[in-house]
């Protein structure tokens, strides 16, 4: 959590909103990680969505949400690996 100083002078608490935002990003990211770029946005929405929960997200389905969706990227990847036996794939 953290305490910023707005032009008015009162203190604001940016913590939870910053824990909100995370969750949707790794909904978001975790999302798109089935289709382009797995390898580096599963594991990105699984560190967001492990840091969202972590800090008290109001967002707890978004979050979950997102920490499955970065699994299932990183099994997808790995799926589809095998079936290529290449360390890269393509459609």
Known sequence: ??????ATGRTEHTGPRDADGMAVASFVLGLLGLLVL????????IVLAVVALWRGTQRRGR????LGLGIADLVVLVTLMQL???VSWSF
């Open 63 to 66: 979050a979950i949400l997102g």
């Open 84 to 86: 290529d036996h290449t």
């Open 1 to 6: 959590m953290q305490l910023t100083a707005s």
């Open 38 to 45: 797995n390898i580096f946005l599963g594991p990105v929405a």
